[in-house]
């Protein structure tokens, strides 16, 4: 699929009903899971909601995707107690829009198992997440917001390289279990791709 028709495509989602609602669904387990879900691990946070953005990435492309990554931020953000911070939006985004361009129409044809086509496509997705948003903007964004001594970056840059590496594994093996089986789930009830049966 050209670029230009991969955001043509998405784009159309966001003016079918059925669309909105899946939608509106996942961002409120997103929230769910980065809320209740997320695991406290000597001092780092491991969230899942990547699982919700990634599967609304997948069914309905980069630009939905990067609109419910707007509700998915602020309202996660005012659950947990810390209050809306428009820096970290625009990098939610982004994350939202390479889970797109990489994931959008992933077809799995009538299998729950992948082959190594959409495995490199999952993988490559999520190094470029960590990569880009997690480690470099997320990570810049918060050293200057929580004053971090220039003598204590290594410190603070070491523990959330050693906690996106630790759990990568696993997000490839979530990815891996739990997007083919949203995109035949949803398949089946006829409200993907573009409001109708892939």
Partial sequence: MKLSEIFKNSAKELKNTRSLAVTGLLV?????????????????????????????????GPVAAMV????????????????????????QMLEALIYGML??????????????FQTI????????VVALCHMI??????????????NSFFVFFS????????QFPVDIILMALLLPAVK??????????????S
Avoid: E, Q
């Fill in 103 to 116: 994931l959008y129409d992933l077809r799995f044809w009538g299998r729950t198992r992948l082959n190594v």
């Fill in 28 to 60: 409120a387990v997103y929230v769910v899971l980065n809320t209740f879900v997320a695991v406290n691990t000597m001092g780092l946070k491991i969230t899942f909601g990547y699982l919700a953005l990634a599967s609304i990435a997948m069914l309905y």
């Fill in 137 to 150: 903007l997320n990570t810049t964004v918060l050293y200057y917001m929580l004053g971090v001594s220039s």
């Fill in 159 to 166: 523990g959330r390289l050693t906690k996106n590496l630790a």
């Fill in 68 to 91: 419910a990554a707007v509700p998915c931020d602020l309202i996660t953000a005012m659950a947990v107690g810390l209050g809306i911070n428009l820096v970290f939006t625009p990098i």
């Fill in 184 to 197: 035949l789930a949803f398949d089946k009830t006829g409200i993907t791709g573009r409001g109708r049966k």
């Fill in 121 to 128: 496509k999952i993988i490559l997705a999520r190094v470029l």
